[in-house]
């Protein structure tokens, strides 16, 4: 219809670029997954076949997206890390959230099957997702320490919870009243002294969440490495005019449950919040 007098209600459609040269973080987050999680018979406090889907669909986007350096997810989110010269659609804001936001929830309901055998889809689950724009460095490292520091203290007391609940006998109002205005250090002695649960031993893909790291491959192990290599070499003995390649850094999706509060997880991969 382009030229015709219905034409102009295109320039309605304002541009929603994001600021150049900023670090994009992605947040998905289940709509509604109280009742999914439910509806589905959740183990509870943590349910690993849940958690594994979610990183398997957050693996899906991270191959389909390279911009994306890092993931980090628990319960029903997950957070996206894009490098700070990210140039994917034209960094148009809309376009980015509803693709990756999309992609995850077609790959989430796609593999559904493989990690629930024996409990069928009720109904199609669906994901909101937002983006976040962070200027420098030390925001991102706080941000992702907010979300590992979040997975802690959920953790933590729906454990406690669910411990005062189904082997304490307590009612579930009986057991929030028991934990309110705890500290961390109380649940811990609640967890220890009534149900002989050490909180450190819980498995830590529960207590620190998901952590999908972009991992650079060594030259010397990736085929596409050994070729770049060569390029450079070809193209210095030739001695054309041509421009050297660089070699293009080869990539491989890792997950991890390790700690990323504080600064140690981001000194050991640097390149992560490189440009
Ligand atoms: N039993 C169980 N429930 C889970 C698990 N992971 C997530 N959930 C549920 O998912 C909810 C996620 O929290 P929210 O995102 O705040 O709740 P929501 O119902 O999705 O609400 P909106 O995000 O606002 O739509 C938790 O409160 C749990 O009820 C799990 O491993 N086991
Ligand atoms: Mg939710």
């Not at 693996?59 to 993931?71: A, C, K, Y």
């Not at 669906?126 to 802690?152: A, C, K, N």
Request: net charge neutral; with cysteine; aromatic share 12%.
């Amino acid at each position: 219809m382009a030229g015709s007098k219905f034409a102009y209600v295109k320039s309605f459609e304002i541009p929603d670029l994001l600021l150049p040269k900023t670090f994009i973080v992605a947040r998905l987050d289940g709509h509604g997954f109280h009742r999914f999680s439910d509806e589905h018979g959740f183990v509870k406090p943590n349910d690993e076949r849940a958690l594994r889907l979610m990183d398997h669909a957050a693996t899906v986007v991270m191959q389909e997206f390279s911009d994306i350096m890092l993931g980090f997810g628990e319960s029903d989110e997950f957070s996206f890390l894009f490098r700070k010269s990210c140039t994917l659609y034209n960094r148009r804001s809309t376009k980015i959230i509803s693709t990756l936001t999309s992609l995850f929830t077609s790959a989430y309901v796609m593999n559904w099957s493989r990690y629930f055998e024996d409990m069928p889809l009720k109904y199609p689950p669906s994901f909101d997702g937002r983006i976040v724009l962070y200027p420098s460095s030390t925001e991102v490292m706080d941000y992702f320490s907010w979300r590992q520091t979040d997975t802690h203290i959920n953790n933590l007391y729906n454990t406690t919870f669910w411990a005062l609940v189904q082997q304490g006998e307590k009612t579930p109002t009986q057991a929030h009243e028991t934990l309110r205005g705890t500290v961390s250090s109380q649940k811990n002695e609640i967890l220890f002294n009534n149900f002989e649960i050490n909180y450190n031993e819980i498995d830590s893909r529960f207590r620190k969440g998901s952590v999908l790291v972009r991992e650079v491959v060594p030259p010397s192990l990736s085929a596409e490495g050994k070729s770049s290599e060569a390029d450079i070499a070809g193209s210095v003995s030739a001695k054309t005019l041509k421009p050297s390649k660089k070699p293009k850094p080869v990539y491989k999706i890792t997950v991890c449950h390790c700690d990323i509060i504080g600064k140690s997880f981001w000194e050991e991969h640097p390149y992560l919040l490189e440009s």
